[in-house]
């Protein structure tokens, strides 16, 4: 009798259950064509101002892609994702036209994020794109990616950071190139190493020029005009006549960006003032021709 009752009741609930279902809100029981109708799928797109574990890749795959905080220990931060406006079957080639124009809206981005020229820093920019596969699923997008080097000569490695670079070149910072010492081979420069200039030093960075849109120089004829335009930014980083006399005052050191930078767009050449003859302990920026006197020999 009672697991008849108990029987009775549960058949009673159920049938109330279903007949609100049935009645209340206008549904009419069918579970299966209530649902709203979900948006079409979409190509992957990266976000912006996160970091990446891994080393820079010149194409990301939405199955590599792994976004953390800048908080964590990482080795490149994304300042901006741009979109592309051609269309074409593949992704962009190195020395593109969409390329070239990607890589200077990095630049520009880069610049404001980290409050300076990111070449004044021990930084490197990159542009990453999607895969082939990507690109045919409808990607477009482009990917501004800076990493911190522990120098920026040719044998750098990449630094594992555990903060954003928002900022960092806006005020006074370890990342700044600064005083060099040189290691020398025939009186020609090989190397720069960073010094405090408070040690003895015969270099400094002064700053970056920028070079016309010429094919990257390989005879000596056509690294003339990158030697003119770093004397030209010694001169007025140092603050002395940017005459004839300019060259008897100081050498330069010429770090113009590899020739696959080049290609795909990068015209900042790192200039650094050099001392030929003697070393100083002290940052030479805005010293007059008393401190850079015209040497007789």
Aim: aromatic letters at 8%.
């Amino acid at each position: 009798m009672g697991r008849a009752m108990r029987s009775l009741v549960a058949a009673g609930v159920a049938a109330v259950l279903l007949a609100g279902c049935a009645s209340s809100g206008g549904l009419d029981g069918d579970i299966g064509d209530d649902w709203g109708a979900l948006p079409p799928a979409g190509p992957f797109t990266p976000a912006a101002e996160v970091c990446q574990v891994a080393d820079f890749t010149p194409t990301v795959s939405l199955a590599a892609y792994a976004p953390v905080g800048c908080d964590v220990p990482h080795r490149v931060e994304t300042v901006h994702v741009g979109a592309f406006t051609a269309d074409r079957a593949a992704p962009p080639a190195l020395d593109s036209p969409e390329l070239r124009t990607a890589f200077a809206e990095c630049d520009v981005r880069a610049r404001g994020f980290v409050g300076d020229d990111w070449r004044a820093g021990r930084l490197r920019l990159a542009v990453a794109l999607p895969t082939g596969t990507g690109w045919t699923a409808g990607a477009r997008w482009f990917r501004c990616d800076l990493t911190e080097l522990n120098t920026v000569e040719a044998a750098a490695t990449v630094v594992t950071r555990t903060s954003s670079l928002r900022d960092a070149l806006k005020a006074p910072s370890r990342l700044r190139l600064g005083c060099q010492r040189t290691g020398q081979d025939r009186r020609r420069v090989q190397t720069l190493a960073p010094v405090d200039c408070a040690v003895r030093h015969d270099a400094e960075f002064a700053g970056v020029w920028a070079a016309p849109d010429r094919p990257y120089p390989k005879k000596p004829a056509d690294w003339a005009p990158l030697y003119a335009g770093c004397y030209a930014v010694v001169a007025r980083w140092a603050g002395v006549p940017a005459d004839s006399t300019l060259r008897y005052r100081s050498g330069v050191v010429v770090r113009p960006p590899g020739a696959g930078r080049w290609a795909v767009g990068d015209r900042g050449v790192r200039c650094y003032l050099w001392l030929s003859d003697r070393t100083v302990t002290a940052s030479l920026k805005g010293a007059g021709p008393g401190k850079l006197p015209v040497r007789t020999r």
